[in-house]
C-alpha cells in the first residue's frame, strides 16, 4: 500500500512541474468521527490529525497533496455516573488526499478531492474487553470537502468533511441494504496548516 501511494506521488511530479510556486508546510489538528453502520450516532470519537503537505499554485486554482496520520472510528457515549467505557472502535490510518483548492474571497479559500488511506491499527473493545469483529479493510477510499482560512502570517485554518466512498468493513449481519454495503467512516476535522515557504517559485 505504500508502494501504491509513492507511485501517485511520482505521477503528480509532472503536474507540481507546471506550477507558478510550489510549498511545503505542517498540518496539525483534531478529527471527530464516527461510523455509519454501528447503530451509534454523533461525532463521538475524537483522534489526531497530523502530517505535512506540499502546495502547488497554477493561474485559477492550487493543487495540494498531503500526507498524514489520522485517527478515525466511533465511541459509545457514557454518561458522567456510569462506570464503564461502552463501546470504542479505533481505527488509525496514513492517508494521501489529494485536493483541488480555489480562493473564492481574499483569505479564504474552498476545496475539494479524494483521500487514499493504508490501514496501520484498529481495535473495537467493550468495557475495555475486545471485542474484535470483522476485519477492516486495509484500503480506504474517500471524498473530502472543507475550506481554510488565514489567520496569521503562514497559519491557517482548515476545516474538512470526509467520508468513505466504499465500505471500510460489512456489517456484523453481512447484509446490504440498498446502496448501504457497510460500514463507513464519516469525519470532521479541524487543522492548523503552517507554511514553511516556497520550495519553487518561477
Not at 36 to 64: C, P, Q, V, W, Y
Not at 72 to 89: H, L, P, Q, V
Request: glycine share 8%; net charge positive; hydrophobic share 35%.
Amino acid at each position: 500500500m505504500m508502494n501504491k501511494i509513492l507511485c501517485y506521488l511520482l505521477l503528480f511530479l509532472p503536474v507540481l512541474a507546471e506550477s507558478q510556486n510550489i510549498n511545503a508546510g505542517s498540518i496539525i489538528g483534531i478529527n471527530t468521527s464516527q461510523v455509519s453502520g454501528d447503530n451509534l450516532s454523533g461525532f463521538n470519537k475524537f483522534g489526531l490529525r497530523t502530517g505535512g503537505f506540499i502546495h502547488a499554485e497554477f493561474n485559477n486554482f492550487d493543487i495540494k497533496i498531503e500526507l498524514q496520520y489520522i485517527n478515525k472510528g466511533s465511541r459509545e457515549t457514557i454518561k458522567e455516573d456510569m462506570y464503564n467505557e461502552g463501546y470504542k472502535f479505533q481505527v488509525n490510518y496514513i492517508e494521501m488526499p489529494l485536493l483541488i483548492n480555489k480562493v473564492i474571497y481574499r483569505n479564504t479559500s474552498i476545496e475539494a478531492g479524494l483521500i487514499i488511506g493504508y490501514l496501520l491499527k484498529w481495535s473495537e473493545t467493550y468495557n475495555n474487553i475486545d471485542s474484535s469483529g470483522l476485519d477492516v479493510n486495509k484500503t480506504e477510499y474517500s471524498f473530502l470537502i472543507g475550506c481554510t482560512q488565514k489567520i496569521a502570517n503562514k497559519l491557517y485554518l482548515n476545516s474538512r468533511f470526509s467520508s468513505s466512498i466504499i465500505p471500510i468493513r460489512d456489517h456484523f449481519s453481512r447484509q446490504t441494504i440498498g446502496l448501504n454495503k457497510g460500514q463507513y467512516n464519516t469525519s470532521i476535522s479541524f487543522a492548523l496548516r503552517y507554511y514553511f515557504g516556497n520550495i519553487i517559485k518561477k
